[in-house]
């Protein structure tokens, strides 16, 4: 079935390290791809987006996504994680009229 | 602008009762969408209407939910009865559709807080 597949459950690291979260669609054509946060108790933001163009997206608060189509790769990094940082990330892929979302990575970061 | 607006925020009910969630989108949005997060099953899309009409309904879980747009800027979402299964947070979001699909403002949804669901 097509999905949209987060490998990563839960990622334990310490501050300053680097990240990088896992996300793998199955879809094909073209795709519109999305990474959302989800801080404890709120609801869903966006990231950043990839639509077309420089596979390479920057988001906000220093995130980025690498876009690989060979892969069906869209995965997140960022180079220093903060504490504030801990909260809950989505990967999502457009399709027809709607996102399709990936299960979810919870990130902690531990001071 | 005040964002996607739900409520309640809470809801704690009683198995059988019916209970009734509301969603008022961003001004302007033309598609509305109804999520579910469990721990179960992570985010699930239950239904999204495109300038009022229902366009994919294939998430509702069974007949038991229902979901209405009686006008651009009101949405319910109705379980009746409810069960304990149906305890989650509910997500409504809303968009702008534009049929330029190309463009880069297309189609990023932006989400409510979200009502939580406890069937007791």
């Known amino acids: 079935a097509q999905s949209v597949s987060q490998h990563n459950h839960h990622v334990i690291l310490s501050e300053a390290a680097s990240l990088e979260l896992g996300c793998n669609y199955s879809?094909?054509?073209?795709?519109?791809l999305f990474w959302y946060v989800q801080y404890p108790g709120q609801h869903l933001q966006l990231l950043l987006k990839y639509f077309s163009g420089d596979p390479l997206v920057k988001g906000i608060k220093g995130f980025e996504a690498e876009f690989i189509k060979s892969k069906f790769s869209f995965n997140l990094r960022k180079p220093s994680v903060q504490w504030s940082d801990t909260a809950e990330y989505f990967c999502?892929?457009?399709?027809?009229?709607?996102?399709?979302f990936g299960q979810g990575t919870e990130l902690s970061v531990k001071p | 602008d005040a964002g996607v607006i739900q409520s309640p925020r809470h809801e704690v009910t009683e198995m059988g009762q019916e209970v009734t969630l509301r969603c008022k989108p961003i001004?302007?949005?033309?598609?509305l969408f109804w999520y579910r997060q469990t721990m179960m099953r992570g985010l699930e899309l239950l239904i999204y209407?495109?300038?009022?009409?229902?366009?994919?309904d294939s998430g509702m879980p069974e007949d038991r939910f229902s979901a209405k747009m009686p006008n651009a800027s009101f949405s319910t979402l109705k379980i009746q009865p409810s069960e304990p299964r149906d305890s989650a947070v509910y997500f409504c979001a809303s968009s702008l559709l534009s049929i330029l699909a190309s463009t880069s403002s297309y189609n990023e949804q932006f989400f409510g807080p979200g009502t939580r669901l406890t069937v007791l």
């Open positions: 001004s302007g949005h033309n598609s």
């Open positions: 879809y094909g054509g073209t795709v519109n």
């Open positions: 209407f495109n300038n009022n009409v229902p366009i994919d």
């Open positions: 999502a892929v457009k399709k027809g009229g709607k996102l399709i």
